[in-house]
Nanobody, 121 residues
Framework: QVQLVESGGGLVQAGGSLRLSCAAS????????MGWYRQAPGNERELVAQ???????IYADSVKGRFTISRDNAKNTVYLQMNSLKSEDTAVYYC???????????????WGQGTQVTVSS
């Protein structure tokens, strides 16, 4: 089985920074896309950022210029560097990945359990 485990969430003041990490483990043959979503109370889950193996990232307009996504393919890990945090960034952040599992190369989407990010003002 594949598991995604997030870490790095916490409480910060507006203008501060956090770095989230998500490590995938299990019978992984290949990870194509890894990304971060978030969900605030009363809102739907929304895409924050995604990155492919080649290193090209995409970002939600609300975080572009403030957040940076990166990945370490050797460690099956994706990171989200969050700078200039705003109260609007407060949410549970979920790691997401499309993974081909061994040995049959079955493609599935996996989710982490989420990590809370709270930005105080």
């Amino acid at each position: 089985q594949v598991q995604l485990v997030e870490s790095g969430g916490g409480l910060v003041q507006a203008g501060g920074s956090l770095r989230l990490s998500c490590a995938a483990s299990g019978n992984i043959a290949m990870i194509n896309v890894m990304g971060w979503y978030r969900q605030a109370p009363g809102n739907e889950r929304e895409l924050v950022a995604q990155i492919i193996r080649g290193g090209t990232g995409i970002y939600a307009d609300s975080v572009k210029g403030r957040f940076t996504i990166s990945r370490d393919n050797a460690k099956n890990t994706v990171y989200l560097q969050m700078n200039s945090l705003k109260s609007e960034d407060t949410a549970v952040y979920y790691c997401n990945a499309e993974i081909l599992t061994a040995p049959k190369l079955v493609r599935n989407t996996y989710w982490g359990q989420g990590t809370q990010v709270t930005v105080s003002s």
